[in-house]
Nanobody, 112 residues
Framework: QVQVMESGGGLVQPGGSLRLSCVVS????????MAWYRQAPGKSREWVAV???????NYPGSVKGRFTISRDNAKNTVYLQMNSLKPEDTAIYYC??????WGQGIQVTVSS
């Protein structure tokens, strides 16, 4: 059974940084294309980063240049480095594998 678990969220001031981690268990990470999504209160879920099996990355314009997704297949872990955070980045962040397996989500709050 594949399980996905996010960690590393919390409260950060505007302009600060956070690194989210996503551990995949029950399977081999290298078999998955991985993505991070987020959902803010009252808004629909939106995609923020994707990394393919070979390691190609892509981002929407709202986070490009500020967020970086990476993967460590040996640790079965995907990371989301978030820099220059803005209040509008406040959301629950979800990690997903192949668009099928999802974690419970983790809260990120950007506020002074």
């Amino acid at each position: 059974q594949v399980q996905v678990m996010e960690s590393g969220g919390g409260l950060v001031q505007p302009g600060g940084s956070l690194r989210l981690s996503c551990v995949v268990s029950g399977s081999i990470l290298s078999e998955f294309s991985m993505a991070w999504y987020r959902q803010a209160p009252g808004k629909s879920r939106e995609w923020v980063a994707v990394i393919t099996r070979p390691g190609t990355t892509n981002y929407p314009g709202s986070v490009k240049g500020r967020f970086t997704i990476s993967r460590d297949n040996a640790k079965n872990t995907v990371y989301l480095q978030m820099n220059s955070l803005k209040p509008e980045d406040t959301a629950i962040y979800y990690c997903g594998g192949n668009g099928i397996y999802w974690g419970q989500g983790i809260q990120v709050t950007v506020s002074s």
